[in-house]
């Protein structure tokens, strides 16, 4: 629901759904109400308490006031941002070749 109703392509948080459900007030829309609809101030806080904060849900496109949705893919697309540099910037890869090299031979030389 949360996907389909926010756009991200904007940063205002336009969507009711994040504030309140059906009828009720998500956490998160009592603290948009409590900041007195200062989105940037409560962008921090964790509304509902899934131990990802409302500015991070937003740009996971998760909803910041529903605990039962967050960013859970958020792991495996790091990795495949990583992967997408990798390619971008093969020294990276040889650094960490020559990093290993340097490993080995120091342990080698321990023996
Ligand atoms: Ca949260
Ligand atoms: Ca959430």
Avoid: Q, W
């Avoid at 899934?50 to 849900?57: Q, W």
């Avoid at 937003?58 to 958020?74: C, F, Q, R």
Wanted: proline letters at 5%.
């Amino acid at each position: 629901m949360f996907n389909e109703t926010y756009n991200l392509s904007g940063t205002d948080l336009d969507s009711c759904s994040i504030c309140h459900g059906d009828s009720t007030l998500t956490p998160y829309g009592a603290d948009v109400l409590a900041s007195g609809l200062d989105f940037a101030s409560i962008e921090n806080n964790d509304s509902d308490e899934d131990g990802f904060s409302n500015i991070e849900e937003i740009n996971a496109l998760t909803s910041p006031g529903d605990p039962n949705d967050y960013p859970e893919t958020m792991v495996e697309e790091e990795t495949a941002s990583e992967e997408t540099s990798d390619a971008k910037s093969p020294g990276f890869e040889i650094t960490f070749a020559i990093a290993g090299i340097a490993a080995l031979t120091y342990l080698k030389r321990r023996r």
